[in-house]
């Protein structure tokens, strides 16, 4: 059976209200008294019930983070970042995947808002307003998105300049002679899509080009449906003579296509990629691509967190980190 708190302060001949107050470490304690129940707690091998604490304390001392997919090394990168701030300063993680699904995003904030998790890091499913995050915002639990943002959604965010990161892989490509630039993304309710379709296109008038209108595709969130979308490009009339992935996903979908199409990179079709990873500098031949500061993303979303749970009234933050430009041989 499991040792009560009544148990341990019976033996050590004192009150449960000071074994909780030296457990819990808060409010004064003999020194004597201090010891004895302490001595008492590892013979009878007490362990504190994180329901009653969290009820005292009225915190549980966790947070809920939740992406997409911890099996894209993006956000595995982005989770570490988080939990390196949060064990920091004392919380532990409750991490869950969407699937980019926003029923089961709704599912899972609906969980964690019951477990009472002090507050939330959410990579949201869709840019649309949705009555799940209402209700985080209106219990007043902190919430801080990473890597996409939510119309009306008054939180801090924190992410890269998309944008800006897509029209320095796009000029690249124009620079070097492309004109018939192919690029693929994923879910168009996704802001951060709609902000490096924004670059792509951003870069085209910047050069006084016409933007390939029939180049630009968009798939779902996996690496076969890119595959299956650079295919059919591949076929058209005037196929492209160079493309650009909107996240690593799309990247290793184009490359199969490409090579089972017979092409090599970059004799025959150009590639860059938004998303560096650990393979693209391996991949043969390496990729050239768009860079994140994916851990410090994490981090910096769990400081934001951790400083509204301390207390931190200022007006929400966006908070914008440069992206690097990586030249490798894939153009």
């Known amino acids: 059976m499991k040792v009560t708190i009544k148990e341990v302060a019976k033996k050590a001949g004192v009150s449960a209200s000071t074994v909780s107050r030296v457990v819990g470490n808060y409010g004064y304690v003999g020194e004597k008294n201090r010891k004895k129940i302490l001595a008492v707690i590892r013979e009878l091998d007490y362990h504190p019930n994180a329901i009653a604490r969290s009820m005292v304390k009225k915190s549980t001392s966790t947070i809920g983070l939740v992406i997409t ?4 090394p993006f956000f595995a990168y982005l989770a570490r970042g988080v939990e390196e701030v949060a064990w920091q300063h004392g919380y532990t993680l409750i991490l869950a995947n969407t699937d980019e699904d926003l029923t089961k995003e709704q599912a899972i904030v609906s969980a964690l808002l019951e477990k009472q998790v002090d507050g939330l890091i ?36 924190i992410m890269v300049n998309n944008q800006d990161g897509a029209r320095q892989a796009v000029a690249y490509l124009i620079e070097r002679g492309h004109r018939r630039i192919g690029m693929v993304y994923d879910n168009p309710e996704i802001s951060t899509n709609m902000e490096r379709l924004a670059g792509y296109r951003e870069a085209f008038r910047d050069a006084g080009l016409t933007i390939p ?11 076969q449906s890119a595959y299956a979308v650079v295919a059919q490009l591949l076929k058209v009339e005037n196929p492209p003579t160079a493309i650009f992935t909107a996240n690593n996903f799309m990247t290793l979908g184009a490359v199969k296509a490409v090579r089972e199409a017979g092409l090599q990179i970059p004799t025959h079709i150009a590639l860059v990629g938004f998303d560096d990873l650990d393979w693209n500098e391996y991949n043969l031949p390496q990729l050239t691509s768009v860079a994140q ?11 934001r967190l951790i400083a509204r749970l301390k207390g931190e009234k200022t007006p929400p933050l966006e908070i914008r980190l440069n992206t690097r430009f990586i030249i490798r041989q894939s153009c």
């Open 69 to 72: 997919d911890i099996t894209n």
């Open 122 to 157: 959410l990579v949201p499913a869709s840019s649309s307003p949705t009555p799940h995050l209402q209700e985080v915002l209106k219990r007043e639990m902190p919430l801080t998105l990473v890597d996409r943002r939510v119309k009306d959604c008054l939180v801090d965010v």
């Open 213 to 223: 209108e029939d180049l630009v595709r968009s798939c779902q969130y996996t690496q």
């Open 293 to 303: 500061p994916v851990h410090e993303m994490g981090k910096v979303a769990a400081q």
